[in-house]
Nanobody, 125 residues
Framework: QLQLVESGGGLVQPGGSLRLSCAAS????????IGWFRQAPGKEREGVSC????????NYADSVKGRFTISRDNAKNTVYLQMNSLKPEDTAVYYC??????????????????WGQGTQVTVSS
């Protein structure tokens, strides 16, 4: 069974950091573009970042550029999202998703076929 599981969310103060993980089971991530998305209450799901299957190409939403870094370790079948300088507006449920044939990498919801259940990130003092 194809499954993505996010972890690493939590409560953090403004200016703090978190690292999210997206682990795959039932399939290998080697050939998949992976995207991170988030959805805040009352808002649509939005793309945050994505990384190509090789890791050679990445893309970020303007709102997170310079603060978030996406990376992948295909040997561990895991993709990461390092989030620094967090702001209250980063509060949302964060999802990872996998898609095939997405080149160049784009964090667009409709291009990704497989989704995790999400992990809550709350930035608050």
């Amino acid at each position: 069974q194809l499954q993505l599981v996010e972890s690493g969310g939590g409560l953090v103060q403004p200016g703090g950091s978190l690292r999210l993980s997206c682990a795959a089971s039932g399939f290998t991530l080697d050939y998949y573009t992976i995207g991170w998305f988030r959805q805040a209450p009352g808002k649509e799901r939005e793309g945050v970042s994505c990384i190509s299957s090789s890791g050679g190409s990445t893309n970020y939403a303007d709102s997170v550029k310079g603060r978030f870094t996406i990376s992948r370790d295909n040997a561990k079948n895991t993709v990461y999202l390092q989030m620094n300088s967090l702001k209250p507006e980063d509060t949302a449920v964060y999802y990872c998703a996998a898609g095939l044939g997405i080149a160049p990498c784009r964090p667009l919801v409709y291009e990704y076929a497989y989704w995790g259940q999400g992990t809550q990130v709350t930035v608050s003092s």
